[in-house]
Nanobody, 121 residues
């Protein structure tokens, strides 16, 4: 089995920063894309940022220039540095990874349990 464990959420004032971390563990042959999604109350889950195993990153327009995604392929981790946070960034943030468990299997999508980020004064 594969598990994704997130950490780093919390309460921060507008304009502040937080860094989220996610570690994948279990039976892992390789990981393709890793990413961060978020879901605010009453809204659908949306993509925040995604990064390929070669380091190519894409961001939602709402976070471009403020958030930076990075990953460590050797450690199977992905981080999200969030700067200049706004109240509208408040949401539960979920880590996502497309994992190949063995050389003979396809990729499967796994999710973390989510971590709350609250931006408020």
């Amino acid at each position: 089995q594969v598990q994704l464990v997130e950490s780093g959420g919390g309460l921060v004032q507008p304009g502040g920063s937080l860094r989220l971390a996610c570690a994948a563990s279990g039976t892992i042959f390789g990981i393709n894309n890793m990413g961060w999604y978020r879901q605010a109350p009453g809204k659908q889950r949306e993509l925040v940022a995604i990064i390929s195993n070669t380091g190519f990153a894409n961001y939602a327009d709402s976070v471009k220039g403020r958030f930076t995604i990075s990953r460590d392929n050797a450690k199977n981790t992905v981080d999200l540095q969030m700067n200049s946070l706004k109240t509208e960034d408040t949401a539960v943030y979920y880590c996502n990874a497309k994992v190949r468990r063995t050389a003979l299997t396809g990729t499967y999508t796994y999710w973390g349990q989510g971590t709350q980020v609250t931006v408020s004064s």
